[in-house]
């Protein structure tokens, strides 16, 4: 399934996606969006690009193996929930801090956020290791 | 998220009145101990790699310090304090960690770390060219710390943890040598054993928990009239007796305690003779003042106890191999403890402390010699030996100073326990009589008087055991053999010595060791404090002393009649056939088969018959119960009704009719999908654009995959005939029914609350969040998330394994 026009459409159209599957992840807590899917949106232009070109070609596109992706997710996950034990509250108990970014305004920033990252990752990871094995055979 | 539990914080409390002990220090050294032997588990097998032919030196001087401080307890316990510690565990459940070391808990732990000193020695040398030592040091720790928990437990949920831990502990060790099946079938039947009966036993302490108003024991045990006049003791005590006899091997469950012998020797001296099989006798002695006295009690324990006696004490003879005949005489033993904590009396319980004690040293001693012997000649049969005194002089002292002990001949610690045997079944009758006001009941006068003449013959033949394996073997003309002979390490012959010696000097120091050791013990099983006669190594002319003489004389004979006995004895074990262990087998096979045969029909493969029993089975499980509380919401006006919803339905209904009839695979693929969009669009019209959007990439995600595996899959084709379709439309129908009906029943019953309504007011002012969607999957529910991405990785390395083996597969095929 060659063709230069989704080819060429993939190379513009695929950093694009991921851009905007890392704003969907961002905003989720407040628009819709989060890491589940987010992570679906990053793992569709991938296979968008394993379409255009080769299963391999997205492999390398994704830089590390998805089973890599996968671990980082869940202790990205486990991480969250382990930071509330370690200040004394129950598992996964949410934290928040707040800080000023001159010129950027007032950011929030808490654990819940690095709990939706790692779901984002545990997305991305099992939909390129079952899709890349089953495009690979 | 709901708070789990406050923060664990350590507290250290004394209980009671008569503890006149400095709490705090002691306490938290008991504490401290325990976690020393767990802790010295998990770096075992680096120490070994570090230390290596010294490990079992550095291991055994730090169990030996714990008991001398164990033993330096002593005193104050014998003057009535009993140690007490605890922190909290589980507050939300009201558990505590709490220990509690009065006599019977101090001397069970003395035996525990002084035998399991001598136990890691001598592993040390008999498993010293083994490459799996230094995790042979991590397990048998594991086991000492597990069953220092045991005795040491003053909660019952501590304890039936710990007693857990045992027979986990025992399973890897008994299987240590996991190459062997003999081993490991040996292994899964103790533990399946044990553990069947563990769980017996956690109902029974739970109920006896619910029945006494506490899991604490010292509250348990001065609460005994509560608990036997409770509804459930009946059941409690079946309970809590079905647990201790699968551990201590009592009729009808001896048959694993032989199998057992396939561990190594430590093993066997250490769990299967001195120790763990003792926790079900321990845990009796332990629950007499909440459970014992009734008639029930007796006369179950006596008839279970003296059964075991007899029966083990028979089995012995029918064994060759020096492990598997000590083992029945284990089982033997075991049974007479029991039958003596069943008659309950002062004196039985006085006799059963000083057999316990007794047996450990010269059984422990006994079991480490049939390794040694085992170990330099590489036989393994009694009646192949012969000779090995000149050969092997200090394993042979050893060998006869445990002989002698449990043969019962003074001045051992062995005679003292026999004679004390015999006085408490001697006078139990008359003993049970005077104490009118005693809780012990009269009703068992008569078959308790006939317990003399079994223990008597049960003794004789034993006696039988011990010339066998601690005298034969030594004496007579040595055997020729491939492996001359020689006196073995240090190290294994410590192991024997030590225990056998001290047999000896405790038969020398009975008052102290009465005083000191026994007494306190006695008086923690009968609950109150009690005056008996001062031990004594001589009595002078009694009764029981006249006793011990005919166990000798008629031991001496049944020992020169041995061939014919041992023949008999082989005759017997034809009824093995249908014997407890045969049935074990034949159980074990049924189980088997029974879990084959439903996996062959439930997991047949065929994703089609998946379905069909996933489904249908919920039709029948939700349907049933929503027929009977069906509500409907009135529908007052259709009207409301859009042509956009209309349109919607019937997009979905349309699509799914094409994916039913499609006839080539990308039409049924493509159909899906149509049926993924609608089903999205309408999460779009009623506002849930999470959902939505999920959906979305969902469905996308799913049809390019579905293309990816055409290439794979076999041609299309149309399995089922026109009964299968109809079967399977009535089958869809009616589940689709279902989920209709149970949707609008949840809708017309919303009398509680509705807990999106919490979510929706905390989450911006809780969790930072507008998006309650999202604030539910990372917060409120985060726990539930972490779960579902753990299945959702564990499923693509499932996948990716299946493809990997399969595309391994093919390469093999090319090659």
């Known amino acids: 399934m060659k063709s230069v026009i989704l080819s060429t459409a993939s190379r513009l159209v695929h950093p694009l996606l991921l851009m905007f599957s890392v704003f969907l992840l961002l905003r989720g807590h407040n628009e819709p969006g989060g890491g589940f899917s987010g992570g679906l949106m990053a793992a569709s232009a991938f296979v968008l690009h394993a379409l255009a070109h080769d299963a391999q070609t997205a492999r390398r596109a994704l830089k590390v193996q998805p089973q890599t992706l996968i671990g980082a997710g869940l202790l990205a996950a486990l991480a969250a929930g382990i930071v509330a034990l370690a200040i004394g509250e129950p598992f996964l108990t949410g934290s928040w801090t707040s800080f000023h970014m001159p010129g950027l305004g007032e950011w929030t920033l808490g654990t819940p956020l690095l709990f939706d990252v790692g779901v984002y990752l545990v997305v991305v990871g099992v939909s390129m290791l079952i899709i890349l094995s089953m495009a690979e055979d | 998220m709901a708070p789990v539990g406050k923060p664990v914080t350590l507290f250290l409390q004394t209980f009671g009145q008569q503890d006149t002990h400095p709490a705090s220090a002691v306490t938290k050294i008991m504490i401290e101990c325990l976690l020393t032997i767990f802790g010295l588990a998990l770096v075992a097998p680096f120490l070994h790699w570090a230390l290596r032919s010294t490990t079992h030196w550095f291991l055994g001087a730090i169990v030996a310090g714990i008991t001398t401080w164990l033993a330096l307890q002593l005193p104050a316990v014998a003057s009535g304090a009993t140690l007490h510690a605890a922190f909290a565990w589980v507050p939300a459940l009201g558990v505590n960690f709490s220990l509690m070391a009065d006599g019977l808990g101090l001397l069970m732990a003395l035996i525990i770390c002084g035998i399991g000193t001598l136990i890691v020695i001598y592993a040390g040398g008999y498993l010293a060219d083994h490459p799996l030592l230094g995790r042979f040091y991590a397990y048998i720790l594991l086991f000492m710390g597990s069953m220092l928990g045991v005795v040491l437990a003053d909660n019952i949920i501590v304890l039936f943890i710990f007693w857990e831990l045992t027979s986990i502990s025992s399973y890897l060790l008994i299987g240590f040598d996991h190459e062997r099946a003999a081993a490991r079938a040996a292994a899964l039947k103790a533990l399946l054993v044990t553990s069947l009966g563990g769980l017996a036993l956690l109902a029974g302490l739970l109920l006896m928990g619910t029945a006494a108003g506490s899991y604490e024991l010292n509250e348990i045990l001065t609460r005994g009239d509560v608990v036997r006049s409770h509804t459930l003791y009946v059941p409690i005590l079946i309970l809590i007796l079905l647990g201790a006899a699968t551990k201590s091997a009592q009729f009808p469950f001896h048959f694993w305690l032989p199998a057992a012998m396939e561990a190594p020797s430590p093993v066997s001296a250490y769990l299967h003779s001195a120790t763990m099989v003792k926790a079900g006798v321990f845990l009796l002695a332990r629950l007499t003042p909440a459970l014992g006295g009734t008639p029930a009690w007796q006369g179950s324990l006596v008839a279970i106890g003296a059964i075991t006696m007899l029966v083990g004490a028979i089995l012995s003879l029918s064994s060759d191999g020096l492990k598997r005949i000590l083992a029945y005489s284990t089982v033997s033993v075991l049974g007479t403890l029991t039958m003596l904590i069943g008659i309950g009396t002062l004196t039985a319980i006085q006799a059963a402390v000083l057999y316990l004690m007794a047996h450990a040293l010269y059984k422990g001693a006994l079991f480490l010699l049939a390794?040694?012997?085992?170990?330099?000649?590489?036989?393994?049969?009694?009646?192949?030996?012969?000779?090995?005194?000149?050969?092997?002089?200090?394993?042979?002292?050893?060998?006869?100073?445990?002989?002698?002990?449990?043969?019962?001949?003074?001045?051992?610690?062995?005679?003292?326990?026999?004679?004390?045997?015999?006085?408490?079944?001697?006078?139990?009758?008359?003993?049970?009589?005077?104490?009118?006001?005693?809780?012990?009941?009269?009703?068992?006068?008569?078959?308790?008087?006939?317990?003399?003449?079994?223990?008597?013959?049960?003794?004789?033949?034993?006696?039988?055991?011990?010339?066998?394996?601690?005298?034969?073997?030594?004496?007579?003309?040595?055997?020729?053999?491939?492996?001359?002979?020689?006196?073995?390490?240090?190290?294994?012959?410590?192991?024997?010595?030590?225990?056998?010696?001290?047999?000896?000097?405790?038969?020398?120091?009975?008052?102290?060791?009465?005083?000191?050791?026994?007494?306190?013990?006695?008086?923690?099983?009968?609950?109150?404090?009690?005056?008996?006669?001062?031990?004594?190594?001589?009595?002078?002319?009694?009764?029981?002393?006249?006793?011990?003489?005919?166990?000798?004389?008629?031991?001496?004979?049944?020992?020169?009649?041995?061939?014919?006995?041992?023949?008999?004895?082989?005759?017997?074990?034809?009824?093995?056939?249908?014997?407890?262990?045969?049935?074990?087998?034949?159980?074990?096979?049924?189980?088997?088969?029974?879990?084959?045969?439903?996996?062959?029909?439930?997991?047949?493969?065929?994703?089609?018959?998946?379905?069909?029993?996933?489904?249908?089975?919920?039709?029948?499980?939700?349907?049933?119960?929503?027929?009977?509380?069906?509500?409907?919401?009135?529908?007052?006006?259709?009207?409301?009704i859009w042509h956009f919803e209309l349109m919607l339905a019937a997009m979905t209904l349309i699509s799914a009719y094409a994916a039913v009839r499609a006839t080539t695979r990308l039409g049924a693929v493509a159909a899906l999908g149509a049926v993924g969009y609608s089903v999205a669009l309408i999460y779009v019209y009623y506002g849930a654009p999470d959902l939505a959007m999920t959906q979305f990439l969902i469905e996308t995600l799913m049809v390019i995959l579905f293309v990816l595996v055409f290439y794979h899959l076999p041609p299309f084709s149309i399995f089922s005939g026109r009964a299968a379709r109809l079967r399977d439309t009535l089958l869809a129908l009616a589940f689709g029914a279902m989920m209709t009906m149970l949707i609008l029943t949840t809708r017309a019953n919303q009398s509680q609350p509705r807990i999106s309504e919490y979510f929706v007011e905390h989450s911006l002012t809780e969790a930072h969040g507008r998006n309650i969607v999202n604030v539910i999957l990372v917060d409120f529910r985060a726990i539930d998330t972490l779960g579902e991405i753990t299945v959702l990785a564990v499923a693509a390395v499932g996948v990716f394994a299946l493809l990997k083996l399969r595309r391994s597969a093919k390469k093999e095929e090319m090659r």
């Open chain 2, 371 to 640: 390794g040694s012997v085992s170990h330099a000649t590489h036989l393994y049969d009694a009646d192949d030996l012969g000779g090995l005194a000149r050969r092997m002089p200090l394993t042979a002292v050893a060998g006869f100073l445990a002989a002698l002990s449990m043969m019962g001949i003074p001045p051992l610690l062995g005679f003292i326990g026999k004679e004390s045997l015999y006085e408490a079944t001697m006078t139990a009758a008359s003993e049970i009589g005077k104490a009118g006001t005693d809780h012990y009941s009269t009703g068992w006068t008569r078959p308790i008087m006939s317990l003399t003449p079994l223990a008597v013959a049960a003794h004789m033949l034993l006696f039988v055991v011990v010339v066998r394996v601690g005298v034969r073997p030594f004496l007579g003309r040595s055997r020729p053999s491939a492996h001359p002979p020689q006196e073995v390490s240090p190290s294994l012959w410590l192991g024997p010595l030590v225990p056998a010696v001290v047999g000896i000097i405790g038969g020398l120091l009975a008052g102290n060791v009465g005083s000191l050791i026994v007494a306190p013990a006695v008086m923690a099983v009968r609950g109150e404090p009690h005056e008996a006669a001062p031990l004594a190594l001589w009595h002078g002319l009694t009764p029981e002393l006249a006793l011990s003489a005919l166990t000798l004389f008629g031991g001496l004979i049944l020992f020169a009649a041995r061939r014919r006995l041992v023949q008999a004895a082989a005759s017997l074990s034809r009824l093995a056939d249908w014997g407890p262990d045969a049935g074990y087998d034949r159980a074990l096979a049924t189980l088997n088969l029974a879990a084959k045969t439903q996996t062959r029909v439930l997991q047949n493969g065929y994703l089609r018959w998946y379905l069909l029993t996933v489904l249908s089975v919920t039709v029948l499980l939700v349907g049933y119960p929503l027929i009977e509380h069906m509500e409907l919401p009135e529908i007052k006006n259709l009207s409301d």
